[in-house]
């Protein structure tokens, strides 16, 4: 099982900067894996080739650009591009997304999304495993009157989804490579998801999917105030109802009560509690909340258990 953070750089003078430097660090304490996540900042697919390209030893993911708002043409460049740069290091994350965000950041009804998902999976994959399409879905199309493949990228780029509930679940397993669940504690894999999205595969002829488990967590003695802070800044979480239901289905009520927090015991205990609840990978995200002694403290422990 490998071992990654979500970088985010906070408050930095130039974000690209600040995000390169980061990664440097989690390298050099033996992390695996650096993610960047998709909101209306920075261009993640961007983003992560960048940092591969200045950190060559350094696997580099998307989690997750929503589906809604954009098209498998631009994806399929964007991560093509992406995989060129990092000669094969690029692992790409889709999500459903929310229909908060959707509706009201780019105006268009969040409808049918496991519908879009599938036909934006059908025809991403014809396109970065082959460099061209001709689909044509409900709701999407897409073909390729020029070539659409990026030389360089020819091994194809791996595709995860932000899958949780069961028809994504059922999605990601018949189309995708694997899943990126969050705030997904180890009881709802191993009694819900893992079986769902493996399931799936099986049926559809494909082999056993990914399972990278992002968990929001951190090492450090302040462990009441830390969680207080956390309970804060995830409670956003608890308005959407995916979110929601995985939490419950991890034992918690607040999406606070699945986030790791405490002593490098604590913590190592919980990363094995996912690595037996059938998570492949491991990302730790939200490692900052702390300050840097902390994050780095976390990144130490990371890093040991990675090797």
Avoid at 130 to 159: K, M, N, Q, S, Y
Avoid at 295 to 302: C, D, G, N
């Amino acid at each position: 099982m490998t071992v990654g953070v979500a970088l985010n750089a906070t408050g930095p003078d130039n974000q690209i900067d600040a995000t390169v430097r980061l990664a440097e660090e989690a390298a050099a304490a033996g992390l695996r894996s650096a993610w960047f996540g998709q909101t209306f900042g920075a261009d993640s697919p961007q983003l992560a080739a960048i940092v591969g390209r200045a950190v060559p030893g350094l696997q580099v993911g998307t989690s997750a650009i929503p589906v809604f708002g954009r098209h498998p043409l631009l994806v399929s460049s964007q991560a093509q591009t992406a995989q060129a740069a990092t000669h094969g290091r690029y692992h790409l994350g889709l999500a459903l997304g929310t229909k908060l965000l959707t509706e009201a950041g780019f105006g268009i009804p969040f409808e049918r999304p496991v519908a879009r998902l599938r036909e934006f999976l059908t025809a991403l994959r014809q396109l970065t495993e082959t460099g061209a399409a001709d689909f044509h879905g409900e709701l999407l199309t897409a073909t390729t009157p020029i070539p659409a493949r990026v030389p360089g990228a020819e091994a194809g780029v791996p595709l995860l989804v932000a899958a949780m509930g069961p028809q994504a679940l059922r999605a990601s397993g018949e189309l995708a490579d694997g899943i990126l669940p969050y705030l997904a504690g180890p009881r709802a894999l191993a009694e819900h998801i893992v079986p769902a999205v493996t399931a799936a595969a099986e049926a559809a002829g494909r082999p056993a999917p990914r399972i990278v488990a992002l968990v929001y967590g951190v090492v450090t003695d302040d462990v009441d105030a830390v969680r207080e802070t956390v309970t804060e800044q995830l409670a956003f979480y608890e308005q959407i109802p995916s979110y929601a239901r995985v939490v419950a289905l991890s034992g918690g009520t607040r999406a606070a009560d699945v986030a790791v927090i405490g002593d490098e015991r604590t913590v190592a205990a919980e990363v094995r509690r996912y690595r037996d609840a059938g998570a492949t990978e491991v990302v730790f995200s939200g490692t900052e909340v702390a300050g840097d002694a902390d994050r780095r403290r976390t990144w130490a422990l990371l890093g040991e258990l990675a090797g």
